[in-house]
């Protein structure tokens, strides 16, 4: 802290760490600086900024949730946080200068301040992600942020986590100047120095018809808060408790007998104990901690090769799809396929996804442009000459496959890393063909690219470490998720979803409908049903995965008779127009297609089997394969495993992944219902063997207190 | 110059271009700088140039953007290229891609650069359309006025004459003679009959054609996916005519002079829209690049003539001094590449290079000589396959590097003439 002219400059600047959170020691020196500034009477008002480039404060210390054992802790940690801000926002004025990320507490910090400025840097951005944690703002920003920006606006950014930039929180009022960076310090001191004078005043935003109509009256607010929390419910359908949390607290603030903070700082409490939050925090630990993981375990770490230069064989819908998250990443694209109008096909495609961009303003039109310049098509191997990194996605057949890379090696630089997309061919087969064998991976992107977050990078005995850490180095700058696996049949993330979407088509041969195995799992948390699933990525694409899974591991893997049957009918899924569900003429979905009911093994004959036992019998096999992907060296952790599973297959976020999933309910209590579902369907839930041992003593995947990870 | 040290060989790496289409048809929705853009962009690619070796981007346009004057900006500042690459922009008209090769090989030759992208792009189907004088006046007094009645004042001054918007001519502002007006003239003067013309673009679409089919023209383009669906895809050059016929060019009807002319749509360039890159290296540069070029620049010249005289003779004027510059003669040439913009000034020229008058006015003592026609325009010339002015330069420059090595000639020489009484030539060698 300094003062200068009366005015003392509050510098925020966590020693060591690359963001600023308020940890518990900078919570006692920041109360420390705030209590001085009132105490000291030279001191006429204060401006408070973060001494981080690119940040201002990324919110509280994630790490000080995991100290909470009660719900009454995590309370009394929200009613201290009312304290001190209440304690600022009753002070001498503060101006806030917001320069970079300013998250959840840190938000919550500036709304307690008397002015706000942020700078036009494309990092400022202001949010309140704690709902995507499963809780809610707990220290007083469902009470401050309503109050400064309206009911209507306010919930747009709690309920949803949703970010806002600075030329939007201006226009909202959620700060009252935005300037050029290198003026921040000298325009907040003259403010400071304003409002200690009583030269400037805050007025009050003006409010809109619509907000006058709706947020300033009891009738208008019942409507919002009706109509938020239908679409809560149509999004979450239910099964996340925090955003209805978050509106509880909100209208808690408006209504006369209730006081909000009490009631925010109550709910953050039972939140902040809830089985959601504690797995979504455990995927904030576990992205967090992947993002520092290489996929090798060598010292000192090889430095990874910066991919400059993408090229891509097969312009189809994964080599289209590549393309247009590698272009936004700053790399040069070459798109190769056999004739002009594949090219231009997958052209057409990436420019959708850019187009998309575009009409969401996140990019103008020259950056557009830009964007498009980038990829460049080609019916040859032109331009491939320095690439430091081919992805091929041509056709699933190994011949093909070998001789694209034999292609690659002729054409590509020395140190290229060549990389198959494939989703069922082993990448030690692949690379069999290759020269240069080390330089060839898996790199499998999930479809849509530009909306799938995972990417599962496969590798054999035979890489170089320098090869794998260039491919997770590039996949994280491509904005991915990466999980590093081991080579082997479906790899991961289709092997643990084989036996899942088997089990879906078994209960179809059965006579099961539709409709009640999709419902089922979409109210366990999955984002789609199996049925629809396999309608999406195709059954083409399904059934091929399928078999070469059921080849690999035998009984357990069976294909069902269902899948197989609609697929010989020709019926593809969704990109065919024809599937288990009706589509229209632009393919958008429908209800169930009942004619295909003609083609099941019961034809039109209907059964039923209860909710419960069809999540039970698809998502067991689906954690009983994971537990034997991390058995068989597939995987390099369960974290891995299930971030994976989350990030790449939908497994719900809510519940962890499969294996945080089986620690919450326990090995034991696994292993009896997979012992009780093979007695019923032999050969296809044989517990894992290390699953059985897990149960027998007593042992979990991640400590049971703690961080996680 | 010699003052500054030894002058270094400039090397030609290699050229691209767009496929040239007739204005208002393939890339109608495309402007000279998106053309250009493609086009560099696609060099870089067929090269595996890395952006960082480039110094900078020469750049020439005919008929610029008001809104973005400088092209060879906009065109380096593409992702390919970082944002430190020098960029200015040339014109010399027709010859504004041989001004921007020779600015380039300048550059490299004195030692100032090692490698430079040159070229030209030219939208012929989107030319600014001015307003009137008049209404130009109403706008810029509107545009200072303090209040609406000032505003409104100023705009009751418009006349219906003023809101006839001006298009730009392909005319002479000294003497407001149209090019087409030009070569009908030199057409009389140098007695080429309508025959002739019409023979010599026959000849310009067959070769043309033989080299589209045989691959050998298509060589130095690449397919250009037309934005925004990419539905369609150039690959070709849409205005070359294989089953053009001499009696269908006879039976077309003179356009400059319907009485007494010999000028017709079928003899002379049609509006064109395109782009042309090459890439230009010190020989020292390619070869640590290891760059094999298709040619090195051997010689250039330049020559200017009373535009009000024969508008498009420029180029015996400056054959010549490319020649001698390069220590040659015309028999030395095994190929020789001059841009079509009418058959009539084709043949004007040729007629040059053998007469005694233009010899003289060239500073020789005897003409140039007789051009064989078996090393003239090869696969035929802008008559056919097109002209959009910008580009042009960049285009006989690339044909003739590639046909040269093809031929396994030695020298090859481009010649170009420009509005304004321009001419340009160069002279390439191999290896």
Redesign the interface.
């Known amino acids: 802290m300094q003062v200068e002219g009366g005015i003392a400059v509050v510098t925020f600047d966590l020693p060591g760490a690359p963001v600023n959170t308020f940890t518990i020691a900078a919570q006692a020196e920041l109360r420390e600086a705030f209590d001085a500034i009132q105490r000291d009477p030279a001191i006429r008002a204060a401006v408070f900024l973060s001494g981080k480039r690119d940040n201002f404060i990324a919110g509280a210390d994630i790490e000080t949730f995991l100290e909470f054992t009660t719900a009454a802790d995590a309370e009394k940690s929200s009613r201290a946080g009312h304290a001190a801000f209440a304690a600022i926002a009753d002070g001498k004025p503060v101006v806030c200068a917001i320069n970079g990320g300013c998250l959840g507490g840190g938000t919550e910090f500036a709304l307690a301040c008397h002015w706000r400025i942020a700078t036009d840097a494309p990092k400022t951005a202001i949010s309140l992600p704690e709902v995507q944690l499963g809780l809610i703002p707990g220290a007083g920003g469902t009470q401050r942020l309503p109050a400064l920006v309206g009911l209507q606006a306010a919930l747009d950014m709690i309920l949803t986590g949703k970010t806002v930039r600075a030329k939007k929180a201006l226009q909202l009022g959620l700060v009252d100047e935005m300037v050029h960076p290198s003026i921040l310090r000298r325009v907040a001191i003259q403010r400071a120095t304003e409002l200690a004078d009583g030269t400037r005043h805050r007025e009050a935003r003006k409010h809109g018809a619509g907000e006058m109509l709706l947020d300033d009256n009891p009738i208008g607010r019942a409507i919002v808060f009706r109509k938020a929390k239908e679409g809560v419910l149509a999004k979450t359908k239910g099964v996340y408790p925090a955003p209805l949390a978050a509106l509880d607290a909100v209208a808690a603030g408006y209504s006369s007998d209730g006081d909000g903070y009490q009631t925010e700082a109550r709910l953050f409490g039972e939140l902040a104990m809830s089985p959601e939050s504690a797995e979504l925090v455990f995927l904030f630990f576990a992205t967090t901690a992947l993002k520092r993981d290489m996929g090798v375990d060598v010292e000192p770490l090889p430095k990874a090769i910066p991919v400059?230069k993408l090229g891509i064989l097969g312009a189809g819908f994964m080599g289209a799809g590549i393309a247009s998250v590698a272009s936004p990443a700053?790399t040069?694209v070459?798109m190769k396929d056999a004739d002009?109008?594949r090219?231009?096909?997958g052209?057409?495609a990436v420019?959708e996804v850019m187009r998309d961009k575009l009409v969401k303003k996140q990019v103008t039109r020259p950056q557009f442009?830009?964007?498009?310049?980038?990829v460049?098509?080609?019916?040859d191997y032109?331009?491939?000459?320095?690439a430091d990194l081919v992805i091929e996605a041509v056709f699933e057949d190994l011949q093909v496959k070998h001789q694209v890379v034999r292609e690659i090696e002729a054409v590509a630089p020395p140190h290229a890393i060549i990389a198959s997309n494939t989703s069922t061919i082993p990448i030690g087969r692949i690379a069999s063909a290759s020269a240069r064998p080390e330089r060839v991976l898996g790199m499998h992107f999930f479809s849509p690219v530009h909306k799938m977050p995972l990417l599962e990078i496969i590798i054999h005995p035979g890489n170089d470490p320098q090869v794998v850490v260039s491919a997770v180095s590039y996949g994280r700058k491509l904005g991915k998720t990466v999980i590093v696996v081991r080579d082997g049949p479906g790899f991961y993330a289709n092997r643990v979803l084989s036996p899942y979407v088997n089990a879906a088509g078994l209960l179809l041969d059965e006579g099961v409908s539709i409709e009640s195995i999709d419902d089922a799992l979409v109210k366990f948390g999955f984002p789609v049903g199996p049925i629809t699933l396999v309608d999406e990525v195709g059954l083409d694409v399904a059934t091929k995965a399928g078999a070469i899974v059921a080849e690999a591991f035998g009984a357990r893997m069976a294909p069902n008779e269902s899948i197989q049957r609609v697929i010989k009918a020709g019926r593809l899924g969704r990109k065919g127009k024809r599937g288990f569900y009706l589509y229209d003429e632009t393919g958008k979905k429908g209800g169930v297609d009942s004619s295909v009911y003609d083609l099941l093994p019961t034809g039109q004959r209907r059964s039923t089997v209860p909710a419960v036992r069809i999540v039970q019998r698809c998502v067991y096999a689906m954690l009983n394969e994971a537990v034997l992907c991390l058995e068989d060296g597939i995987l390099r952790s369960a974290r891995d495993g299930d971030v994976g599973a989350v990030f790449g297959i939908g497994f719900p976020p809510f519940r962890g992944g499969p294996f945080r999933f089986i620690d919450r309910v326990g090995a034991s209590d696994v292993v009896a219902a997979l012992d009780e579902l093979e007695r019923e369907f032999p050969g296809r839930y044989q517990a894992a063997s290390s699953l059985r041992q897990m149960a027998e003593d007593g042992t979990r995947f991640y400590p049971a207190m703690g961080k996680p990870v | 110059m010699s003052s500054h040290g030894t002058l270094r060989r400039v090397a030609i790496v290699t050229g691209v271009r767009t496929p040239f289409a007739r204005a208002g048809t393939l890339f109608k929705s495309l402007s000279a700088i998106?053309l250009g853009?493609?086009c560099v962009?696609?060099l870089m690619?067929?090269t595996?140039?890395?952006g960082a070796d480039v110094d900078a981007v020469v750049f020439g346009t005919v008929v610029p953007n008001i809104q973005a004057p400088n092209i060879a900006r906009e065109v380096a500042l593409?992702?390919?290229l970082p944002k430190g690459v020098d960029a200015w922009s040339v014109s010399r008209a027709c010859a504004s891609a041989n001004q921007a090769i020779a600015d380039a090989a300048d550059q490299i030759a004195l030692g100032h650069m090692d490698c430079v992208i040159a070229g030209g792009a030219e939208s012929l189907s989107n030319v600014p359309i001015l307003h009137s004088r008049g209404f130009t006046d109403v706008l810029m007094a509107a545009n200072k006025a303090k209040n609406i009645s000032q505003k409104l004042s100023a705009f009751s001054k418009v006349r219906p004459k003023d809101l006839v918007p001006v298009a730009p001519a392909i005319a002479e502002p000294t003497t407001g003679e149209s090019m087409g007006q030009s070569a009908e003239k030199m057409a009389k003067l140098n007695d080429i009959s309508r025959q002739s013309q019409d023979e010599f673009a026959l000849r310009s679409h067959r070769l043309a054609a033989a080299g589209l089919r045989d691959g050998r023209l298509s060589a130095e383009m690449f397919?250009v996916?037309v934005?925004?669906?990419?539905?369609k895809?150039a690959?070709t050059d849409n205005g070359v005519r294989e089953d053009s016929t001499l009696e269908a060019l006879a039976a077309l009807k003179p356009v400059f002079d319907k009485r007494y002319g010999s000028v017709t749509a079928g003899n002379a360039s049609p509006l064109t829209d395109g782009a042309g890159a090459v890439l230009l290296m010190s020989e020292e540069k390619a070869k640590a690049l290891g760059y094999k070029p298709i040619g090195y620049i051997r010689s250039y010249a330049s020559a200017a003539l009373d535009p009000g005289e024969q508008l498009l003779q420029a180029p015996v004027l400056a054959a010549p001094k490319a020649l001698k510059r390069a220590g040659l003669t015309l028999r030395d040439l095994d190929l020789i590449e001059m841009h079509e913009a009418f058959a009539a000034q084709v043949l004007s020229n040729l007629h040059g290079f053998e007469s005694q008058f233009w010899a003289e006015r060239a500073g020789l003592t005897q003409p140039l000589g007789e051009v064989d026609r078996a090393k003239l325009n090869v696969m035929g010339g802008s008559l056919s396959i097109g002209h959009p002015f910008g580009a042009t330069g960049a285009r006989v420059t690339t044909t003739l590097c590639n046909e040269l090595e093809r031929r396994g000639g030695q020298f090859g020489m481009l010649t170009v003439c420009a509005a304004g009484g321009l001419g340009f030539a160069m002279v390439v060698e191999r290896v």
């Open positions: 400059k700053g040069i070459r002009t109008a090219v231009a096909k052209l057409a420019r442009d830009d964007l498009m310049l980038s460049s098509g080609t019916t032109t331009g491939f000459g320095n | 998106e853009r493609l962009a696609e690619q067929r595996n140039l890395n593409m992702p390919l397919p996916y934005p925004p669906r990419y539905e895809i690959t």
